[in-house]
């Protein structure tokens, strides 16, 4: 969400339900259906045009006469054809001398053949025959009027014919056009419930995160698709109906987007900031000595690989003390502080006496005798510098964390033992908080899970275990100790630069399934429009430039002169200059269109300028899992019900709820 502006607008649209992780691509245009009924081709079928001499039965003949039976395929076919008849009857038209020839030589040889037949008859019967010059003559007179005849007649037959055919296959082609327009209304009244059809389908599906799932571990060094994935998660479930408290222990603030969503979109959220509100902050409100004691005993020695006993026994023994003395009057962190510098004697601030009383400064200077006080002073020193960092907790107007979100943050402000004490502390109230009353905790997110103590993160797993809350821990890395404490649920995975890592995480998910990430995730900084009914263009431009200058200069000069009146005394200047600039300069910016025309398609501007691949095909392997966009994760989804493990890919990008709806909240005025 680049923009406050932009953002109002877009917030409703991404604060929608069902709870889920993020999206799914599923390309629209694989479900497009394809217009079955084939295009219809003229293939030169003969019809009886009306008022024709030559019968239905006796026109295909005719056809076949002149121009053949059977027109090509082609654009120009009837004019292709008709020229064919045209070709085929001058062809037959020339025939016509032959066949006059032919009925002239017929009719000749059939007046020889009288002569021959009257002289056999003659033998026989002993009468005259004809003449042979006489019978000549006569066929002759009769052949040459039978041989025009003949020529007259086949060039009137051929002329009918090619006329009857002509007519025929004009007739027959404009039958055709008729059926290839009601073929092509059909075909875009198909298209257009297509079109319309495939506009109410979304290329983006939720990922669901069933309400069953109890437990979601998310693996990754990736402050953006963290961020991402809280936003996501976070608005979803906030729109279910849900409630959600987020410990961000990362120190980057990843959940500030979702507050910031949360609060435009009008759910109530409670939000601090540590260390700078922590007066504002009291997590040890509603415990007892005995809880507060074993939890700041928890805060120091629970991340010890081996423990000392004899040191946690002691330390637990001092807490009691202090917090015996100081449990009249109540229990925060500035007294506790200042109740351990008194029991060590030593200097006392100003804070001091008007944190206790002179009563209880005398009680803890009784319960430490010398000896006993030189034989603990280690400790005292530790838990005072422990707790003496977090004495402003509570010092404030504290409110409770009352809201549908509730956060605690964590800057980078302090050290990082401060900040572990603190982490710990914060562990230990979400603890509390899920003892006391789960209901009031449905979903805990842990972010960068792997900077607490292990037994910790094994207490608070099991404490959500019993209590049916959802536990959502990140870790930043994959080590031996996360593979481990991962669980049972849903494990998934952003970016991991580490090659070992990388290479553990593709081991754990097994290097035999594939997946794919749409361009929209892989393109960060390229241009890209997709839309059926609906267009989205996203540009993203960056630019950095890098100046570096270094001026060197050295003068010198010197002045030497004699003379009889005065002595000008030698003299010398030297100078130096030395001069070096840097200068770094970011550039980043964001736009986006919405509009109504029906496009596809991708442009790049560090490559091919169009492309129809709309997804990118991987194998998991620790270099593509090195390489995953920043919005990409793969989510392993242990077997249930006797379905086998599953991996999938889902996209975190929160502007994916634009796409998915179809909507443009960002042209609102």
């Given at each position: 969400?680049?923009?406050?502006?932009?953002?109002?607008?877009?917030?409703?649209?991404?604060?929608?339900?069902?709870?889920?992780?993020?999206?799914?691509?599923?390309?629209?245009?694989?479900?497009?259906?394809?217009?079955?009924?084939?295009?219809?081709?003229?293939?030169?079928?003969?019809?009886?045009?009306?008022?024709?001499l030559?019968?239905?039965?006796?026109?295909?003949?005719?056809?076949?006469?002149?121009g053949?039976?059977?027109?090509?395929?082609?654009?120009?076919?009837?004019?292709?054809?008709?020229?064919?008849?045209?070709?085929?009857?001058?062809?037959?038209?020339?025939?016509?001398?032959?066949?006059?020839?032919?009925?002239?030589?017929?009719?000749?040889?059939?007046?020889?053949?009288?002569?021959?037949?009257?002289?056999?008859?003659?033998?026989?019967?002993?009468?005259?025959?004809?003449?042979?010059?006489?019978?000549?003559?006569?066929?002759?007179?009769?052949?040459?009027p039978?041989?025009?005849?003949?020529?007259?007649?086949w060039?009137?037959?051929?002329?009918?014919?090619?006329?009857?055919?002509?007519?025929?296959?004009?007739?027959?082609?404009?039958r055709?056009?008729?059926?290839?327009?009601?073929?092509?209304?059909r075909?875009?009244?198909?298209?257009?419930?297509?079109?319309?059809?495939?506009?109410?389908?979304?290329?983006?599906?939720?990922?669901?995160?069933?309400?069953a799932v109890?437990?979601?571990?998310?693996?990754?060094d990736?402050?953006?698709?963290?961020?991402?994935?809280?936003?996501?998660?976070?608005?979803?479930?906030?729109?279910?109906?849900?409630?959600?408290?987020?410990?961000?222990?990362?120190?980057?603030?990843?959940?500030?987007?979702?507050?910031?969503?949360?609060?435009?979109?009008?759910?109530?959220?409670?939000?601090?900031?540590?260390p700078?509100?922590?007066?504002?902050?009291?997590?040890?409100?509603?415990?007892?000595?005995?809880?507060?004691?074993?939890?700041?005993?928890?805060?120091?020695?629970?991340?010890?690989?081996?423990?000392?006993?004899?040191?946690?026994?002691?330390?637990?023994?001092?807490?009691?003390?202090?917090?015996?003395?100081?449990?009249?009057?109540?229990?925060?962190?500035?007294r506790?502080?200042?109740?351990?510098?008194?029991?060590?004697?030593?200097?006392?601030?100003?804070?001091?006496?008007?944190?206790?009383s002179?009563?209880?400064?005398?009680?803890?200077?009784?319960?430490?005798?010398?000896?006993?006080?030189?034989?603990?002073?280690?400790n005292l020193?530790?838990?005072?510098?422990?707790?003496?960092?977090?004495?402003?907790?509570?010092?404030?107007?504290?409110?409770?964390?009352?809201?549908?979100?509730?956060?605690?943050?964590?800057?980078?402000?302090?050290?990082?033992a401060?900040?572990?004490?603190?982490?710990?502390?914060?562990?230990?109230?979400?603890?509390?908080?899920?003892?006391?009353?789960?209901?009031?905790?449905?979903?805990?997110?842990?972010?960068?899970?792997?900077?607490?103590?292990?037994?910790?993160?094994?207490?608070?797993?099991?404490?959500?275990?019993?209590?049916?809350?959802?536990?959502?821990?990140?870790?930043?890395?994959?080590?031996?100790?996360?593979?481990?404490?991962?669980?049972?649920?849903?494990?998934?995975?952003?970016?991991?630069?580490?090659?070992?890592?990388?290479?553990?995480?593709a081991?754990?998910?097994?290097?035999?399934?594939?997946?794919?990430?749409?361009?929209?995730?892989?393109?960060?900084?390229?241009?890209?429009?997709?839309?059926?009914?609906?267009?989205v263009?996203?540009?993203?431009?960056?630019?950095?430039?890098?100046?570096?200058?270094?001026n060197?200069?050295?003068?010198?000069?010197?002045?030497?002169?004699?003379?009889?009146?005065?002595?000008?005394?030698?003299?010398?200047?030297?100078?130096?200059?030395?001069?070096?600039?840097?200068?770094?300069?970011?550039?980043?910016?964001?736009?986006?269109?919405?509009?109504?025309?029906?496009?596809?398609?991708?442009?790049?501007?560090?490559?091919?300028?169009?492309?129809?691949?709309?997804v990118?095909?991987?194998?998991?392997?620790?270099?593509?899992?090195?390489?995953?966009?920043?919005y990409?994760?793969?989510?392993?989804?242990?077997?249930?019900?006797?379905?086998?493990?599953?991996?999938?890919?889902?996209?975190?990008?929160?502007?994916?709820?634009?796409?998915?709806?179809?909507?443009?909240?960002?042209?609102r005025?």
């Amino acid at each position: 969400m680049s923009s406050d502006d932009a953002g109002a607008g877009a917030w409703p649209v991404l604060f929608r339900g069902p709870e889920r992780l993020g999206w799914r691509f599923s390309d629209r245009a694989a479900h497009r259906q394809v217009f079955a009924e084939p295009e219809p081709v003229w293939r030169g079928e003969a019809v009886r045009a009306p008022g024709s001499l030559v019968p239905s039965v006796l026109l295909p003949v005719a056809c076949g006469f002149l121009g053949g039976a059977r027109a090509q395929v082609r654009e120009d076919a009837l004019d292709h054809h008709l020229w064919r008849v045209e070709v085929d009857a001058d062809r037959r038209g020339g025939e016509a001398r032959p066949v006059a020839v032919g009925v002239l030589v017929l009719v000749l040889a059939g007046g020889f053949l009288t002569w021959l037949v009257s002289g056999v008859y003659s033998w026989f019967h002993e009468a005259t025959a004809l003449s042979l010059d006489t019978t000549m003559l006569w066929a002759a007179a009769m052949a040459v009027p039978a041989a025009g005849v003949a020529w007259w007649t086949w060039s009137r037959l051929v002329r009918g014919l090619k006329n009857v055919v002509c007519d025929s296959w004009s007739l027959s082609y404009r039958r055709h056009e008729q059926r290839l327009v009601e073929w092509a209304a059909r075909r875009d009244r198909f298209d257009d419930g297509e079109r319309e059809r495939l506009a109410t389908i979304s290329d983006w599906t939720a990922a669901p995160l069933s309400p069953a799932v109890t437990r979601v571990s998310v693996i990754g060094d990736n402050a953006y698709g963290t961020e991402a994935l809280l936003t996501v998660l976070g608005s979803s479930i906030l729109a279910d109906g849900g409630s959600v408290t987020v410990l961000d222990l990362t120190g980057d603030i990843v959940a500030g987007e979702l507050v910031r969503g949360a609060r435009q979109t009008g759910y109530p959220v409670a939000f601090r900031l540590l260390p700078t509100e922590l007066p504002e902050v009291d997590l040890l409100a509603g415990l007892g000595g005995e809880q507060v004691a074993r939890l700041l005993v928890e805060a120091r020695h629970g991340g010890q690989a081996r423990q000392d006993q004899g040191v946690r026994g002691v330390d637990e023994r001092i807490l009691a003390q202090v917090l015996d003395v100081l449990a009249a009057d109540g229990l925060s962190m500035g007294r506790i502080a200042a109740a351990l510098r008194v029991a060590m004697r030593a200097r006392v601030r100003d804070t001091d006496e008007a944190l206790l009383s002179l009563d209880e400064r005398s009680a803890l200077r009784r319960s430490f005798s010398d000896e006993y006080r030189r034989q603990v002073l280690p400790n005292l020193r530790d838990l005072e510098a422990m707790t003496g960092p977090l004495a402003a907790m509570g010092t404030g107007e504290v409110s409770a964390l009352v809201g549908r979100l509730r956060v605690l943050s964590m800057s980078s402000e302090w050290t990082s033992a401060q900040a572990d004490v603190l982490a710990d502390l914060l562990v230990g109230w979400a603890a509390r908080q899920v003892i006391d009353d789960p209901g009031a905790v449905p979903t805990l997110v842990l972010t960068a899970a792997d900077r607490l103590a292990v037994r910790h993160l094994d207490r608070l797993t099991e404490l959500c275990e019993r209590r049916g809350v959802r536990l959502v821990a990140l870790f930043r890395r994959f080590e031996d100790v996360t593979a481990r404490v991962i669980g049972r649920g849903v494990v998934a995975f952003l970016r991991l630069d580490d090659p070992r890592q990388a290479a553990r995480a593709a081991d754990f998910i097994g290097r035999e399934y594939t997946f794919t990430v749409s361009q929209l995730s892989t393109t960060l900084g390229g241009q890209e429009t997709h839309s059926v009914a609906n267009s989205v263009s996203n540009a993203n431009n960056y630019g950095e430039s890098h100046n570096e200058s270094t001026n060197r200069s050295k003068t010198r000069s010197a002045n030497r002169g004699d003379s009889a009146k005065s002595r000008v005394p030698k003299t010398t200047n030297l100078s130096r200059s030395k001069g070096w600039s840097e200068a770094d300069t970011q550039s980043w910016s964001r736009t986006r269109t919405w509009g109504t025309t029906v496009s596809d398609a991708t442009t790049e501007s560090w490559s091919d300028g169009e492309t129809r691949q709309r997804v990118h095909e991987h194998r998991v392997d620790p270099e593509v899992i090195k390489n995953l966009p920043d919005y990409a994760m793969l989510v392993v989804e242990p077997p249930t019900d006797g379905t086998p493990r599953q991996v999938r890919p889902v996209e975190l990008n929160p502007e994916i709820a634009l796409l998915a709806t179809g909507g443009s909240p960002w042209q609102r005025p």
